[in-house]
């Protein structure tokens, strides 16, 4: 039978293309539910206060960075959104003097600007100033990383997709948007190939550091969290790392304080990489076939999903 028609874009892949009953579970989970749905390969943790949440986050930085060695470098991926764990990296980095000459740091993504360019560190939304100004610019100038070894997404990928040789990725950070994202790992658009079916994981997992075209929801949400609403600010190309790069990764870490993405979308890819079920419609439950995943929740921000009018 025919996929249905997306309710919010229909000439895209997105969640609401999923069967009705799987909508209908995850509506019902309950936090109790959720905190259930561990399994081999894949450990959901939650956090009482925001300040335990985000010490937790910047910590998984301060580990993988420690383990580092000049014979045997080490890095993480981390991204923006959150981002309220990079000044408590810089902060642990200098208390705890760690000398991070060996360790490396990937970006996760950057804006397309309309030259066909990453946009420089000047554009008000940089994800790669962002990281600068909130973490490795406070860092101590005797314990900060090489620029060599700060690897951000560009438009000509080569350098960035080379930079994961030889180095090991103990952990790639994320969060979790509207469209169920990690990175900009969007679904695609509903055409050519993919007019009737979203492409197959295999073939999604296939993608590496690329330029992407993205949803309309995820323009929408960063416009919503990063641009005071003025969607007309945010680009509607991005370069992102690949799920090939996130596979090289030791552990992917996703984080969710209830800002980015809503109580529906909190559960549903938790529930989809609890049960195998991986739809490219739904990127971030590709990670179902990641061997070492962990969502990461703030009680707090997870709500529920019963209706409620405002």
């Not at 959720?34 to 930085?61: H, I, N, R, W």
């Not at 080379?162 to 790639?172: D, K, L, T």
């Not at 999604?204 to 969290?225: C, D, F, G, M, W």
């Amino acid at each position: 039978m025919a996929r249905k028609l997306s309710t919010i874009a229909p000439e895209w892949w997105d969640y609401t293309t999923l069967d009705d009953d799987l909508i209908r579970d995850v509506a019902s989970l309950s936090m109790e539910d959720l905190e259930q749905l561990s399994c081999p390969g894949f450990k959901v943790v939650m956090y009482d206060t925001l300040e335990d949440f985000y010490l937790a986050e910047a910590l998984e930085y301060i580990s993988a960075w420690q383990s580092s060695t000049s014979d045997n470098p080490v890095g993480i991926c981390g991204p923006i959104g959150p981002t309220e764990q990079l000044p408590l990296v810089a902060r642990l980095v200098n208390e705890l003097r760690v000398d991070l000459s060996s360790a490396h740091f990937w970006g996760m993504d950057e804006w397309l600007g309309e030259d066909g360019r990453e946009v420089p560190i000047s554009h008000p939304l940089s994800f790669e100033r962002t990281d600068r100004e909130l973490c490795f610019d406070r860092i101590s100038e005797d314990l900060q990383m090489p620029e060599s070894n700060m690897h951000f997404p560009a438009a000509d990928t080569e350098e960035y997709i080379n930079s994961w040789e030889g180095v090991r990725c103990a952990v790639m950070q994320g969060g979790q948007g509207d469209i169920k994202h990690w990175a900009f790992n969007d679904p695609p658009r509903r055409e050519g190939e993919y007019k009737e079916s979203p492409p197959s994981p295999d073939r999604y997992r296939k993608l590496s550091t690329r330029v992407v075209e993205l949803h309309p929801i995820t323009l929408a949400q960063n416009a919503r969290t990063s641009g005071g609403g003025n969607i007309t600010l945010v680009p509607e190309k991005a370069i992102t790392v690949g799920p090939v790069q996130t596979w090289k990764s030791d552990k992917v870490s996703i984080w969710q304080a209830g800002t980015h993405d809503n109580p529906f979308g909190q559960r549903l890819t938790a529930l989809m990489i609890s049960k195998g079920i991986a739809d490219a419609a739904v990127p971030m439950s590709l990670l179902a076939d990641h061997p070492n995943v962990q969502f990461n929740y703030y009680r707090g921000g997870l709500g529920s999903c019963d209706v409620e009018m405002h």
